[in-house]
């Protein structure tokens, strides 16, 4: 058992990895009501061609079977997970993303009753094909809700433009055709290889007794068995450093278009400090460049080519990473040619400490805002700790950060050459 | 001391209201800003919010002010609009860095004051009225926002569903207001209704985090100065007896090119939070469609496979249910008889002993959740200003506790559904140009 102290932060945690190689945390969090519990495994959509746990031959497994056995996990011979939950006045969800699936609950209540439930839902699954089935139909329509989402569709279709192979350009759901075919053999496959609990993290954030939480964690582990824990193998195919496709169209219902271009990052395979420090550094650069105080918003904005829904971020896991800026726009292809106009003159300035040190205050002071939620906090902690990160160093690696770093992302992340767009046009009638 | 520490000082016809807590790495300021919503003022009202948000005296553009923020620990700072009941509401809201978590601590507490009290009272001025370019900016930006309510098909339908069902009443206003007046309104014009909000509006300031109450209140009269005229209007609760009774439920259909259809139903309910049966109207809702155990979750969804979301909300103030769900377009009919009789079910009181215990637990962790967040307190806190009452937390629980099945089968009685809206779909949504 260890524990960690962020004197400046005011918070502790505490941790614990079990023989079976479960990792376990808690961070007490004193005057809140609730408790909130992610149990999360490094596995998802990404994940689709790897070496079955026990097996000698590769499999690869069809499109947004993650996201299916996160539904299907639910479901148990007694009945419906989430019915226990709320039986015990806690309120359960769950969701997919590209690497993780991570299944929680919150609750004012029974903190530990529910934690049991967490745990034994998680490690003990229990698919039917009758079951499998039925689930078809919901997912089906979950699948449609998205198609009929203009802003997941240019995002989706942005992250599509810019892969030839990696799976990231899958759907996370996959589509109405590709998970007609999942069974429950498959389901098992892929439950055996990425469950075990070596490669999971658990998580509890709240106003709890952490040693005893850890205490009980380890009781309830100890007395199941689990396969020797084994490196999972994935397969991904080699990713060229250009874009698959430079520029897509989307036509529907709409009144005003969207626009969204991204720039793909050529090397995505940092990890730990490295990994925090580039991402820290491209999103830092982000704000100087198109924050709301600076100088191009302000002009982007008076011209009309953005409004209240622009946004930016940057984003990298191991094997793919790219920047992406986009919103609601009248004009997308001039929206376009201004915001790569004004990357490529950014390069030419000199970087201004001002806006440096202003963009900076900005982050940190959202990083402090976001440590509210204890739901940021679990979620975030465990992405990072799958890339080897801890999210307590933000501040320190912020603070570290210098002006050379942002020119050297500057340079190196922002080539044209990595750029593509991707626009939900009006539909033409 | 109660679950929360809160405390209410009248001040030049503002209300402070100041929660003093340690739980934060921050300290919250809500400000909200109150009128009834009508067809005159409506868009002049969300041009507002977004004009006071872009400017003011002293740092009289988007960029200045946002540079201000930015340098105070980045300050965030936003207005926003909501409907409450027939109520109108602006809310101005900023949240900054507690200066004990901030490496070269500064003091940006009183900064922040002094910049919120700008945003409402010393907005950014050419000549006597509000400045040309930011208007003119933010009438572009409010015109798109109420443009791409269309492009998110459930809001649209929502929209749609509330214009057929309250055609007669101001509960039918959108609270971005209508497109086609946007660009009619003069800065003139909208200064002068400003100067109204200021004299009349009920407003109140919520002040949430690690705060002394005396030096807030004495920080909100050092900055807040509201003219000598100022007189708040009464409070306008709705009175839930007056709705309209119905005597046939309006069905109205809508084709778009979409590849689910999606279906509102709306209920009108006879009760809104000052009543004493709204506790029994909570878990009625809850037994209903507000969580994963509901009826309609588990009949639309689980049992027949119909849908992904189906669920029903509430509107505390107008006394209104609404269900929705994503469906296919040839399962209409069946879902909405499924959902009718759920809630005929619940009229002959079939509701088991677990669906009416859980949904109790699960509306208690709710709100204690809910308190956990700075907006989320200052909203549940806020609902007793828009009623005229006088609840705490405390007493609000143990109004849930009290709700016995009979009441619920009561409330189930009165719920009455008024109409149905379905946005069907032609299904080629979406085809992809290269």
Not at chain 2, 334 to 354: F, L, P
Not at chain 2, 387 to 403: C, L
């Amino acid at each position: 058992m260890g524990m960690k102290t962020f004197d400046q932060l005011d918070e502790t945690l505490h941790y614990d990895e079990l023989p079976n190689g479960l990792k376990v945390y808690v961070l007490e969090k004193k005057g809140f009501n609730k408790t909130y519990a992610t149990f999360t495994t490094h596995y998802g959509s990404v994940d689709n061609h790897f070496k079955p746990l026990g097996k000698d031959e590769n499999v690869k497994v069809p499109d947004g079977i993650a996201h299916f056995l996160e539904h299907k996990l639910f479901e148990k011979e007694h009945g419906d997970v989430f019915q226990d939950f709320s039986k015990q006045g806690a309120s359960a969800n769950a969701f997919t993303t590209f690497n993780r699936t991570a299944y929680l609950f919150s609750t004012t209540g029974d903190v530990k009753k529910n934690l049991t439930t967490l745990i034994d839902f998680v490690q003990e699954p229990y698919f039917t094909e009758k079951t499998v089935e039925k689930e078809k139909g919901i997912i089906g329509q979950e699948i449609r809700m998205y198609d009929d989402n203009p802003d997941w569709r240019v995002y989706f279709g942005l992250i599509e433009n810019m892969y030839h192979h990696h799976p990231v350009k899958i759907d996370i759901a996959g589509t109405e055709k590709s998970i007609a075919k999942i069974t429950k053999d498959d389901l098992y496959e892929c439950y055996e290889t990425f469950y075990h609990p070596s490669n999971m993290i658990l998580f509890i954030v709240g106003p709890v007794d952490a040693e005893d939480i850890l205490n009980f964690v380890k009781d309830n582990q100890s007395q199941k068995t689990f396969k020797e824990k084994e490196h999972i193998e994935r397969f991904f195919d080699e990713e060229p450093k250009t874009v698959a496709k430079t520029k897509k169209v989307i036509e529907m219902t709409v009144q005003t278009p969207k626009c969204y271009m991204g720039y793909k990052e050529a090397t995505p395979n940092r990890q730990g400090k490295d990994l925090m420090k580039h991402e820290l550094s491209v999103n830092l650069l982000l704000e100087m460049m198109f924050g709301k105080s600076s100088p191009n918003y302000e002009s982007l904005y008076e011209e009309g080519l953005i409004d209240q829904t622009f946004s930016f971020d940057y984003t990298e896991e191991n094997g793919f990473g790219f920047s992406m800026l986009g919103g609601d726009t009248g004009s997308p292809d001039e929206f376009v040619e201004r915001i790569s106009g004004m990357v490529e003159a950014f390069k030419q300035q000199s970087i201004d400490e001002d806006s440096f040190e202003r963009a900076r205050k900005k982050k940190i002071g959202a990083f402090l805002r976001s440590l509210n939620s204890p739901e940021f906090i679990a979620n975030q902690f465990t992405r990072y700790a799958f890339n080897e990160m801890d999210l307590f160093d933000v501040i320190p690696v912020f603070e570290s950060l210098t002006v050379r770093d942002v020119k050297e992302v500057l340079q190196n992340h922002f080539k044209k050459e990595a750029m593509t767009v991707c626009q939900v046009q009006k539909k033409k009638s | 001391m109660g679950i929360v520490n809160h405390k209410k000082t009248n001040l030049h016809g503002m209300t402070v209201h100041t929660i003093e807590t340690k739980k934060y790495k921050t300290t919250s300021f809500i400000l909200q800003v109150k009128e009834p919503i009508n067809e005159k003022n409506v868009t002049k009202r969300a041009l507002l919010a977004y004009v006071l948000q872009s400017g003011t005296k002293d740092f009289p553009s988007s960029k200045e002010l946002r540079s201000a923020l930015d340098d105070l620990y980045g300050a965030t700072l936003n207005a926003d609009l909501s409907k409450k009941g027939e109520n109108q509401v602006i809310s101005i809201r900023m949240e900054v860095a507690n200066e004990k978590f901030l490496s070269n601590s500064e003091h940006v507490l009183d900064k922040a004051f002094h910049l919120l009290s700008q945003v409402l009272l010393a907005p950014a001025l050419e000549g006597d009225v509000f400045k040309e370019g930011i208007v003119k900016k933010e009438k572009r930006s409010l015109k798109q926002q109420i443009e791409s309510i269309y492009d998110d098909k459930m809001r649209y339908a929502n929209k749609r569903l509330l214009e057929e069902m309250y055609d007669s009443e101001p509960y039918r206003l959108n609270v971005y207001g209508n497109g086609d007046e946007v660009d009619s309104i003069s800065s003139k014009e909208l200064f002068d209704y400003y100067q109204e909000v200021i004299k009349n509006d009920k407003i109140d300031l919520y002040v949430i985090g690690d705060i002394s109450t005396d030096e807030m209140v004495d920080k909100v009269s050092k900055h807040f100065r509201f003219s000598k005229d100022r007189k708040e209007d009464e409070a306008n609760a709705v009175n839930a007896a007056d709705e309209k009774r119905i005597s046939e439920v309006k069905e109205i259909f809508e084709e778009q090119d979409v590849q689910q259809g999606k279906l509102h139903m709306g209920y009108r309910t006879y009760t809104t939070y000052a009543d004493d049966d709204y506790f029994a109207l909570q878990v009625f809702n809850g037994i209903f469609g507000g969580f994963s155990h509901s009826k309609l979750f588990m009949n639309v969804r689980e049992k027949e496979s119909l849908a992904y979301y189906a669920a029903s909300r509430f509107e505390s103030h107008k006394g209104a249910v609404f269900v929705m769900s994503g469906i296919e377009t040839a399962n209409y009919e069946k879902a909405v008889k499924i959902i009718k009789e759920q809630h005929e079910e619940m009229k002959k009181g079939n509701i088991t002993e677990s669906e009416f215990e859980q949904t109790k637990a699960m509306i208690n962790n709710q709100v204690l959740e809910t308190i956990d967040h700075p907006i989320g307190l200052s909203e549940v806190l806020y609902h007793n200003v828009v009623a005229g009452t006088d609840r705490s937390i405390e007493e609000w629980m143990e109004g849930i506790k009290k709700v016995t099945k009979d009441d619920v089968v009561a409330v189930a009685k009165k719920v009455t559904l008024d109409t149905i809206f379905f946005l069907k779909g032609a299904g080629t949504n979406g085809n992809e140009n290269v």
